[in-house]
């Protein structure tokens, strides 16, 4: 009786630890096990990035910049370049989020085609190859042959012709890929949206750069009384309107003297003299931008001088394209705008400024490598002397 009495018990007290053992295994209703962190990471400035496998609450460009997604942790990040996709389940995926940049630069030309001409073929890639920065944007506000006091009329959308008669248009707004360096054009010539403004606030520039006319550049003692440099000071003021990055530095891009075949109009204005129109440009620089707007620009991009230093080379006039006239004789060519060379050596100019780098350590196209020495010596000695030619 014993015996079957203690078999018993020890049987009871087998189904009594089976029973509070699977008690232990069932989740309370009111907890979800699978949370997240309370933090959120947010595309703002100062939010840390995202990287693979953290948790994180995916945020969209929005009035609140807020939006909500699983709760359920990541299980599976993927890594393509500076990109991250971040998936919450096998059945539900968030919107790819961008890593925050720690080093990025971001540049705004507000110009004309000479602008282009610095900026389109070489500059992207020569400012990765700093190994500065993480995230690249390089881009132009431009409209062909834009003097200045025509740039205002576009940023104040003042209605009207311009000199010939023609009506005002709008300009193209273009830019790369952070990350490819790929250019971008954002909207179509004559889109009814005033690019200026839309360019300005696009993008948290670093930096901002003007350029004067290439035909009245040289300043109203030279091109008849026509003063290129009038609305500097309300260009100045509506970049500081207008700009979404506080620390933003203006930069004024020096323009080129044409080369000596050049037989465009405005030319004449410094009688088909290359020296006179150089010495011209740099007299305009010093007198209607940094004598007359004192503190207000960081400083020169010299793609004028470095230009000039580089002809005074073995290489001689070949940094522009080709000049003359067409077959009708009336109508100039060229040789204003830069070729191929002449671009390397602005882009390298930019290079060496936006970096505070030697040029010599760009990376070199393939193409130029024999005439690279140069190119760098030419760009570094401008920047040393941005109004002073140096023999190369």
Same mark, same amino acid.
């Given at each position: 009786m014993?015996?079957?009495?203690?078999?018993?018990?020890?049987?009871?007290?087998?189904?009594?630890?089976?029973?509070?053992?699977?008690t232990?295994?069932?989740?309370d209703?009111?907890?979800?096990?699978?949370?997240?962190?309370?933090?959120?990471?947010?595309?703002g400035?100062?939010?840390?990035?995202?990287?693979?496998?953290?948790?994180?609450?995916?945020?969209?460009?929005?009035?609140?910049?807020?939006?909500?997604?699983?709760?359920?942790?990541?299980?599976?990040?993927?890594?393509?370049?500076k990109?991250?996709?971040?998936?919450?389940?096998?059945?539900?995926?968030?919107?790819?989020?961008?890593a925050?940049?720690?080093?990025?630069?971001?540049?705004?030309?507000?110009g004309?085609?000479?602008?282009?001409?610095?900026?389109?073929?070489?500059?992207? $890639?020569?400012?990765?190859?700093?190994?500065?920065?993480?995230?690249?944007?390089?881009?132009?506000?431009?409209?062909?042959?834009?003097?200045?006091?025509r740039?205002?009329?576009?940023?104040?959308?003042?209605?009207?012709?311009?000199?010939?008669?023609?009506?005002?248009?709008?300009?193209?707004?273009?830019?790369?890929?952070?990350?490819?360096?790929?250019?971008?054009?954002?909207?179509?010539?004559?889109?009814a949206?005033?690019?200026?403004?839309?360019?300005?606030?696009?993008?948290?520039? $670093?930096?901002?750069?003007?350029?004067?006319?290439? $035909?009245?550049?040289?300043?109203?003692? #030279?091109?008849?009384?026509?003063?290129?440099?009038?609305?500097?000071?309300?260009? #100045?003021?509506?970049i500081?309107?207008?700009?979404?990055?506080?620390?933003?530095?203006?930069?004024?891009h020096?323009?080129?003297?044409f080369?000596? $075949?050049?037989?465009l109009?405005?030319?004449?204005?410094?009688?088909?003299?290359?020296?006179?129109q150089?010495?011209?440009f740099?007299?305009?620089?010093?007198?209607?931008?940094?004598?007359?707007?004192?503190n207000r620009f960081?400083?020169?991009?010299?793609?004028?001088?470095?230009?000039?230093?580089?002809?005074s080379?073995? #290489?001689?006039?070949v940094?522009?394209?080709?000049?003359?006239?067409?077959?009708?004789?009336?109508?100039?060519k060229?040789?204003?705008?830069?070729?191929?060379?002449?671009?390397?050596?602005?882009?390298?100019?930019?290079?060496?400024?936006?970096?505070?780098?030697?040029?010599?350590?760009?990376?070199?196209?393939?193409q130029?490598?024999?005439?690279?020495s140069?190119?760098?010596?030419?760009?570094?000695?401008?920047v040393?002397?941005?109004?002073?030619?140096?023999?190369?």
């Open positions: 014993k015996k079957l009495l203690s078999l018993l018990l020890s049987l009871a007290l087998i189904l009594t630890l089976t029973a509070c053992g699977n232990a295994q069932q989740p209703d009111d907890t979800d096990v699978s949370t997240t962190t309370s933090a959120e990471t947010t595309l400035e100062d939010a840390p990035s995202t990287t693979a496998g953290e948790s994180t609450t995916a945020t969209t460009k929005g009035t609140d910049n807020k939006k909500p997604v699983s709760t359920k942790k990541p299980t599976k990040s993927t890594t393509s370049g990109h991250v996709v971040t998936f919450t389940t096998a059945e539900e995926v968030t919107e790819a989020t961008t925050i940049p720690k080093n990025p630069l971001r540049v705004l030309s507000i004309h085609s000479f602008s282009k001409d610095a900026m389109v073929t070489y500059l992207w $890639d020569m400012l990765e190859s700093s190994g500065k920065y993480d995230y690249i944007v390089i881009a132009y506000l431009y409209f062909p042959g834009c003097s200045l006091d740039q205002w009329d576009h940023i104040s959308g003042r209605p009207g012709t311009d000199k010939e008669g023609r009506p005002y248009e709008y300009e193209e707004y273009s830019k790369t890929d952070p990350y490819t360096g790929t250019w971008e054009k954002q909207y179509k010539d004559g889109d949206k005033n690019l200026a403004e839309y360019a300005i606030k696009d993008e948290k520039w $670093d930096v901002i750069t003007l350029q004067p006319s290439p $035909d009245y550049g040289p300043g109203p003692e #030279l091109c008849g009384g026509t003063n290129d440099y009038a609305d500097v000071g309300n260009i #100045l003021n509506w500081r309107s207008n700009k979404t990055n506080a620390k933003a530095k203006v930069y004024y020096m323009t080129w003297a080369s000596t $075949d050049c037989k109009w405005s030319f004449s204005y410094c009688d088909w003299d290359q020296m006179k150089y010495q011209a740099v007299n305009a620089t010093k007198k209607y931008i940094f004598n007359a707007h004192p960081a400083g020169i991009i010299p793609a004028g001088t470095a230009i000039q230093n580089a002809r080379s073995k #290489l001689g006039d940094f522009n394209m080709p000049g003359g006239y067409e077959a009708d004789n009336r109508t100039a060229d040789g204003y705008h830069l070729n191929d060379r002449g671009d390397c050596v602005a882009a390298l100019t930019w290079y060496a400024v936006l970096t505070g780098k030697s040029a010599k350590t760009a990376a070199c196209p393939a130029w490598k024999s005439e690279w140069i190119f760098t010596k030419a760009v570094d000695a401008a040393k002397k941005p109004y002073e030619v140096t023999d190369c």
